[in-house]
């Protein structure tokens, strides 16, 4: 059994095409078709169901994908680590973030990681607070950039502290509100609101403000996306509350201050295992510690 037999499996299985596998592994067709059905001979079953119209996984190529994947990874690892000795980063660094996040100026730090870097690879992964601590703790990403309330601390990893910010109100110019300086939540109470869905990190920090200072409000829009949430705003569908920086690369915003605004706090989170030279690499420059 072969590396490379397994990367021709797994392209197979992504495409669920072999013409299209063999152009993302950039060799002919007929060679990975002839790889794969070597490595079903060895396996003694096969690993696709080849149809005229579609390929599909067979219970058993179901099983052989995760160790497959498994056994790449261990040896780009492997590979990574026997770098890292004479001094190169290699590997794939694998991190996450939220598409609000404020305390790092990702594209720029990336930017200066690549230029340091250059053999390695990277994979951004952009979801919500809770989703990336948990993608941490299974080990599918090893550092993730969070927004969560102030009250909160991220669990199962390891965390530091990037930054504490309020949030502002967010309205389209034509707004009712688009005149004032400043407003506190009570005044925001009676509006309609857009925010992400319920139960998730960037929901709770304004949930939890409203529910402490005895107020109800109505969120007639709930977004998975923060852009997407902000391009509502400029509708005029309803407010908004957003971190300052954030808001700051919008156009076509006004901005209000909240007397008595919810906060968050920004987080870099990291696996509790031990990291890639990657993940190490990225995080000395951030200036994080690794305990």
């Known amino acids: 059994m072969e590396l490379q ?9 992504e495409m669920n095409s072999f013409t299209k596998a063999a152009q993302r592994c950039l060799v002919v067709q007929s060679a990975l ?27 058993a190529g179901a099983a052989f994908l995760p160790a497959a994947r498994h056994c790449l990874d261990a040896a780009e690892r492997a590979a990574a680590e026997v770098a890292a000795t004479i001094g190169e980063v290699r590997g794939r660094l694998a991190m996450g973030l939220i598409p609000t996040v404020a305390a790092v100026d990702v594209p720029a730090v990336l930017k200066e990681f690549h230029r340091r870097h250059p053999k390695a690879r990277i994979s ?6 809770g989703e990336l601590t948990e993608m ?20 199962g990893v390891k965390a530091q502290k990037l930054a504490h910010e309020r949030l502002v109100a967010v309205v389209s110019p034509d707004h009712p509100l688009a005149g004032e300086t400043s407003v506190d939540l009570r005044r925001l109470s009676s509006e309609v609101f857009v925010d992400l869905p319920a139960k998730t990190a960037g929901r709770a920090q304004s949930d939890l403000a409203f529910t402490a200072a005895g107020l109800t ?41 909240v007397t008595d605004a919810p906060a968050r706090a920004e987080y870099v989170i990291w696996s509790r295992e031990s990291l890639t030279p990657a993940a190490v690499a990225f995080l000395d420059l951030l200036g994080i510690e690794q305990e």
Do not use: C, W
């Not at 397994?6 to 299985?13: E, K, N, T």
């Not at 407010?239 to 201050?257: C, F, H, K, Q, W």
């Open 33 to 59: 078709s002839h790889q794969i059905a070597r490595l079903e001979k060895e396996l003694g079953a096969r690993l696709f169901e080849r149809t005229s119209r579609r390929v599909r996984l067979t219970s």
């Open 136 to 155: 941490v703790r299974q080990g599918e990403i090893e550092v993730a950039l969070l927004g969560i309330p102030v009250s909160a601390r991220p669990q």
């Open 5 to 13: 037999q397994m990367r021709y499996v797994i392209a197979v299985a």
């Open 124 to 129: 951004l992964s952009v979801g919500a607070s």
């Open 217 to 257: 409000r109505e969120v007639a829009f709930e977004v998975t996306n923060a852009d997407y949430l902000a391009r509502l705003v400029g509708a005029g569908l309803g407010v908004a509350l957003l971190p300052p920086a954030y808001v700051a690369g919008l156009a076509g915003m006004v901005t209000i201050e």
